[in-house]
């Protein structure tokens, strides 16, 4: 090895000591393990786990092999750490960060989350199908989620620009959620849980793999909450309750069946959420529990995928997506002292088809190529809004297509070159070309440099196209341009040992044409308009242990730093700092284990030029599972040491933070038949 491999072999070593020297007794303590695969016992080999992906370039690779920087969140961390929603799934891993505006969590990444914003520039999958709805492009990461978190297997988080496999609204990430099979249940299973603010959930669940190869997997899950009690200092007056409300409540209903036979494969899934809104958004009357909203989800995916042979591998899927949304807001209309109390209405209807076909081939030795063209057509996108008059009520159907390739080729035996490009074409707007490119180079044993390149975009929503009050406050524009994002980006990652792996990356990013609600200067009047550009530098620092006895360790630390390039101002709701600490310790070897979560969110702007506080959220669970593996019990406390602390506030409210969930428990009893 010559003196300057050696040098970039060493040098994250040093950065990764660093780390573990700064961080808990309990990761300093742990005894040194093998250096090599070779030295290791026999039971400690078959406890070594291989991370693949499958969503980095649509076939599974090593997640070393894979063309972007990744994160895997298993079924297993899911479970102990006691996480509720997919949001807080994703809030747990290094560059994201979450919003929560006690009606919907959002998802912030790598310093962009919009005030406002429905989290467009996040592609959201659920075992390949596509989430995100077709009026206003939004995924669903909270309760709203069309999938109940007990049904994950794992979470593939896959950061930066997908457009050159994926198309539109693939900027940030993309994050493809993996269900479980009716093997890995094996039997019925039970599960009902209790927490604070007078909230339950119960599930049913039967999986199994029956003889004829049929596998097949059926669950139920239905969830209350009575919410908590809620003081905002922005309306502490007589006439608007000294500022306490209550309509914090929520429901939600959620169905899935999964099913493969062969070569085919389904899923169903379907979930009913509804949520009072307690911050009185839009200038709604405070405390009315009347405003509120209502999610109505449908996904229904067909897929078939079929090894032709040793070379030649087919891929097809359809999906069905259905997406109702309806939201009520109560509004006081009086002219004078007497109320005048009316209930506006906001609507989404949205129907679609999306179909997939692709091929994987190895042409040559050292040739993957991938290739493939996907059809969407957009059967209904209804918007309305109404109360004692019609405001507005706009019917739409589009469609549009793409193609793409990708070639991974293997140019040296440690030197792996990858370059893919997609054409969309929509309707709309017309086409949109994005390239892939990244170079993967072997530094040494454990060690591989990946140089990556990428362009995205987004195909304005119809929400930004159409939508208009009738003349009161916003209009439609005359025509959008579609969004973009070039990214750079370095990534080096290291394997120390089979147990302890870390990863550096650096990247920069420019987001063009950014869709934003300005004021138009002749008639006063919001119209979405393309006059934003963003820039944004950062890195993120991961290290990562996994040991035979169950103890699991992820820490990071984020650093980004993202300005409007017109203001030369940073974002608001864009937190420089983010550091994090995930563990889990065995307590009882195989039955009772611990998981303790330590996240620290830097400051960030707001709305309103003031800044939301940094906070360190503290959560722990603790875990038994019985020695014949059917009974579970967990307990979980949110927020432990009962922190005050808050997101920025959107447009759309008179608060300038939203508080969040002071301490919280959680206590679930699951059991398998």
Same mark, same amino acid.
């Given at each position: ?85 997919? &949001? ?6 290094? &560059? ?165 036979? &062969? ?25 009315? &529990? ?36 309806? =939201? ?187 869709? =934003? ?157």
């Amino acid at each position: 090895m010559t003196r300057t491999r050696y040098a970039f072999c060493s040098w994250l070593s040093i950065a990764v000591v660093a780390m573990i020297a700064a961080g808990p007794s309990s990761v300093r303590s742990a005894q040194p393990e093998p250096e090599d695969l070779f030295e290791m016992s026999l039971e400690d080999l078959m406890a070594v786990e291989i991370d693949t992906v499958v969503s980095a370039s649509k076939y599974e690779q090593k997640v070393s092999d894979a063309p972007s920087s990744v994160t895997i969140v298993t079924a297993d961390e899911i479970r102990k750490y006691g996480y509720r929603t997919l &949001g807080e799934v994703l809030r747990s891993v290094p &560059g994201f960060y979450i919003n929560n505006d006690r009606n919907y969590e959002y998802l912030g990444v790598r310093g962009f989350r919009r005030p406002g914003d429905y989290d467009t520039r996040i592609l959201l999958l659920v075992d390949g199908h596509r989430t995100n709805d077709n009026i206003g492009d939004s995924p669903l990461f909270g309760a709203q989620f069309v999938l109940d978190v007990d049904l994950i297997d794992r979470v593939e988080i896959i950061r930066g620009p997908g457009s050159s496999l994926y198309g539109s609204n693939a900027l940030l990430a993309v994050i493809n959620v993996i269900t479980k099979n009716g093997k890995t249940l094996n039997g019925l299973e039970l599960s009902g849980e209790v927490a604070g603010f007078d909230t339950w959930k119960s599930r049913i669940s039967y999986g199994n793999r029956f003889d004829n190869g049929l596998d097949l997997l059926v669950s139920a899950t239905r969830g209350d909450s009575e919410g908590q009690e809620l003081y905002f200092k922005e309306f502490d007056d007589p006439a608007t309750a000294d500022g306490l409300a209550r309509n914090d409540d929520a429901n939600l209903h959620n169905l899935f069946v999964r099913a493969s036979w &062969g070569s085919l494969g389904l899923i169903a899934a379907h979930t009913a959420a509804e949520k009072g809104i307690p911050t009185a958004p839009w200038d709604a009357v405070f405390g009315d &529990g009347r405003t509120r909203t209502y999610d109505d989800t449908t996904l229904i995916g067909l897929s078939y995928e079929r090894e032709m042979s040793e070379t030649l591998a087919l891929r097809a899927r359809t999906t069905y997506g259905h997406y109702d949304y309806d =939201g009520r807001y109560v509004y006081d209309y009086s002219e004078d002292e007497t109320p005048y109390l009316v209930v506006n209405k906001d609507l989404y209807r949205g129907r679609w088809w999306d179909s997939e076909l692709q091929v994987t081939a190895r042409p040559f030795e050292r040739h993957i190529l991938t290739t493939g063209g996907e059809f969407r057509y957009n059967i209904r996108q209804d918007q309305a809004n109404w109360d004692e008059e019609v405001y507005f009520d706009d019917s739409r159907h589009s469609k549009n297509w793409g193609l793409y390739v990708q070639d991974e080729y293997r140019v040296l035996d440690n030197v792996t070159l990858v370059a893919g490009v997609r054409y969309d074409r929509y309707d709309t707007f017309g086409g949109s070309t994005n390239p892939r490119l990244a170079v993967l180079y072997d530094l040494c044993d454990r060690t591989t440099l990946k140089l990556l390149y990428g362009r995205a975009f987004r195909a304005p929503n119809a929400y930004e196209l159409y939508y208009h009050d009738g003349g009161y406050s916003q209009k439609a524009p005359l025509s959008l341009d579609p969004e973009t994002i070039d990214t750079y980006e370095i990534v080096l990652e290291r394997a120390f040992t089979a147990n302890l792996s870390a990863s550096l990356s650096g990247f920069y990013y420019v987001m063009d044409d950014l869709i =934003g609600q300005h004021v138009d200067p002749d008639d006063d009047l919001l119209v979405f308009t393309n006059l934003e550009e963003v820039k944004a530098r950062g890195m993120e620092l991961t290290l990562n242990g996994r040991w035979a006895n169950g103890l699991r360790m992820r820490t990071s630390y984020s650093y980004v730093d993202a300005e409007n390039s017109a203001t030369d101002r940073t974002l608001a709701n864009s937190p420089r700092h983010l550091a994090k600490l995930n563990l889990i310790a065995p307590l009882l070897k195989d039955t009772l284990f611990a998981g303790l979560e330590v996240q620290y969110n830097g400051r960030s702007r707001t709305l309103a030029d003031n800044y939301a506080d940094d906070f360190i959220l503290t959560n722990l669970a603790l875990t038994y599972r019985s020695p014949s593996k059917r009974l579970e019990i967990a307990a979980g406390l949110y927020n432990l040491f009962d922190v005050k602390y808050g997101y920025p506030a959107f447009g759309e409210h008179t608060q300038d933070t939203i508080e969040q969930d002071g301490r919280m428990f959680r206590i679930k009893l699951t059991y398998r038949f």
